[in-house]
């Protein structure tokens, strides 16, 4: 329904701003606004993730989150970039509504991967503790913008990538994965727990492990 309204509104906006400028600049903003909200409420198709219940480990979520993050900057992956932000439902970045604090770590070796996120999250669940990592991949508000026009269902994604960039990308997971994984296991010793019985293998179409 928004995207009929985003098309009505910008045909007739064009009409009226030619025979009657005042209410074809209305109806162009309108047209823009409804853009903006179906570009900023678009979800994220989630294309990886891996989780774990850890046991008794209420409260290790700041543990969880900086270990990782230590243990990736000391793997010294090219142009990686990491970032602690408030995230909604969407996993769009927000600071209204239900929100849960995430690490997000982005590739920039690669133009093409920017648009591939990891959103990396650790949070009570009782007295354990839930950690899980979800690979992402959300147009950018250009890429977005097209795939509004009508007949565009795609402009970019997983399948455009030729070999050395799904090479780069699946490095780039990997080393998060291996880095998150790392630090639950350091967690897990430290409370007598046994990491060896931790199931590694993702669940997505990398089929990292």
């Given at each position: 329904m928004l995207?009929l ?9 064009m009409i009226f701003?030619f025979?009657f400028?005042?209410?074809g ?9 409804l853009?903006i909200?179906?570009?900023g ?8 993730n891996?989780?774990i219940?850890?046991q008794n480990?209420?409260?290790?979520r ?11 900057a ?10 602690d ?9 927000t600071s ?23 959103f ?10 839930f ?30 990538l030729n070999?050395f ?5 699946t490095?780039?997971v990997?080393d998060?994965?291996?880095r ?17 019985k931790?199931d590694r293998?993702?669940?997505g ?5």
């Amino acid at each position: 329904m928004l995207r009929l309204g985003i098309y009505f509104h910008v045909f007739f906006g064009m009409i009226f701003l030619f025979l009657f400028p005042p209410i074809g600049v209305l109806f162009l903003g309108v047209g823009f606004l409804l853009i903006i909200i179906v570009i900023g409420t678009k979800k994220a198709d989630i294309l990886d993730n891996w989780s774990i219940l850890i046991q008794n480990a209420h409260g290790q979520r700041d543990t969880i989150i900086s270990t990782t993050k230590e243990l990736i900057a000391e793997s010294k992956a090219p142009s990686v970039m990491l970032s602690d932000e408030k995230v909604g439902p969407s996993l769009a970045l927000t600071s209204f509504g239900e929100t849960r604090d995430f690490l997000i770590v982005t590739n920039r070796v690669n133009p093409k991967l920017s648009n591939f996120k990891v959103f990396v999250n650790a949070n009570d669940y009782g007295e354990h503790l839930f950690v899980d990592w979800n690979l992402t991949y959300r147009p950018d508000f250009l890429h977005a913008l097209v795939m509004l026009l009508p007949g565009v269902k795609k402009i970019a994604c997983i399948e455009d990538l030729n070999l050395f960039d799904k090479q780069d990308l699946t490095a780039y997971v990997t080393d998060v994965h291996n880095r998150l994984n790392e630090a639950v296991g350091k967690l897990m010793l430290d409370m007598n727990q046994d990491p060896s019985k931790i199931d590694r293998k993702a669940r997505g179409f990398l089929g990292i492990s």
